[in-house]
Every structure is written in structure tokens, then in C-alpha cells.
């Protein structure tokens, strides 16, 4: 007789988060032009903004890879959403790399930019992978939205959901208590590719978003 001990199935926890996701915009431009050396520097410049700002507001950092990170907030946030803290970070990472972005084209004429989508909803925090190589990770519908909004961004522009916005009202959260004098927009509606019927949308404007 051969007994075999079964490990019962982990608990999956869930939680009702706000998911950040931010990425490099130029970044295929980039590795096009500049050697593959010099681009690990410019890459290791832009996630130590991206890290900065998200850790000094409380965020999480579940996924860096490529030219993009994933972050939730709200994780250990009393207010359950961390809508407030998620929209301070997108702001200071494009306010951190701004003069990064500059210095980058004067210095090797190549134009970089951040754009930021936020989503907030529930997520399962799964850990994955195989053996020795297992990670945490976010996972569900919030965190599809929070990557499409960030793939719909301007450089320089943090897009954000119809919850996230609500939240921040149920917060008494006004937009100079998060982000100073930089207006907040609502853009039409956006038909996010692979989801059924389109969602409300708030944005940080980029500069020419404003200009319209």
C-alpha cells in the first residue's frame, strides 16, 4: 500500500483594491536606436520612479518586467480602496519623470513618456508559477481594466475608472487635495478592447489633452 499526502488547496484571499499599471511610452523606439547596454541604465532610471513613488504612497509592487509595472493599493488601506494614494502615485511618477524624460532627449534625442491606468475593484491575490519560481500576483477583471486604461493613456497622462473616481468622491477627496492645481477631465466613453460595453473614464490630462 502506497500513501500519498495531499496538500489541501491554499486559500485564496480577495480584496478590494485600486490596481495601478504604468508603462514606458518610446520604448521600442529606444531599444531600436541605442545599443542593448544602454538601455538597461535608462530602464533601471525610469523603475526607480516608478518604485519611489508607488512605495512613499503605500502601494504594492506585484510585476515589473519589460517597460512595465503593476502595483496595487489599498492592500492594508482602512478605507478599503486606496483610490487616493493609487491617483498620488500615478501623479508623482509623471511629475518624477518629467525631468528624466528631458534630460533623455537633450542628451540622447529620444522622446520617452509615462502613461498610468488605474482601476479599483476586487482582485484575487494568487501566487503562481511553478515550484522555485512561484510569485504573487494580482488577478481578475480590475486588473484587465487598470492594463487597458494604461494602454489607452496618453504619455504623461494617468486614465482612471468611473470607481476610482467615485471612491475618491465617497473619500471627500477633491482633485487639489491629490493633485494639486492639475485638472482632472472626463473623457467620452471607451469601449476597452476584449470587454463587453464600454465604461465611464476620468483622466490627469496630458498637456495636449488639455489644449482641446
Known sequence: MIVTRIRPPAAILTARVTVLFADLRGYTGIAESLPAARVVPLLDEFFRTLVTATETNG??????????MMA??????ASGNGARAALAAGHAMLQGFA????????????????????????????????????????????????????????AGEVLFSCTVAAALES??????????????????????????????????????????
Do not use: Y
Open 59 to 68: 502601494g504594492t509592487i506585484f510585476h515589473m518586467a519589460g517597460d512595465g
Open 72 to 77: 496595487g493599493f489599498g492592500m492594508n488601506d
Open 99 to 154: 525631468p528624466i524624460a528631458a534630460r533623455w532627449h537633450s542628451e540622447l534625442s529620444i522622446d520617452a513618456g509615462i502613461g498610468v491606468g488605474l482601476h479599483l475593484g476586487e482582485v484575487a491575490v494568487g501566487v503562481l508559477g511553478p515550484p522555485r519560481h512561484k510569485a504573487t500576483t494580482l488577478v481578475g477583471d480590475t486588473v484587465n481594466v487598470a492594463a487597458r486604461l494604461c494602454g489607452r493613456a496618453r
Open 171 to 212: 473619500n471627500a477627496a477633491t482633485p487639489g487635495a491629490v493633485v494639486g492645481p492639475t485638472p482632472f477631465l472626463q473623457l467620452p466613453q471607451f469601449e476597452l478592447r476584449g470587454r463587453r460595453g464600454p465604461i465611464d473614464i476620468w483622466c490627469v490630462p496630458a498637456p495636449e489633452r488639455v489644449a482641446l
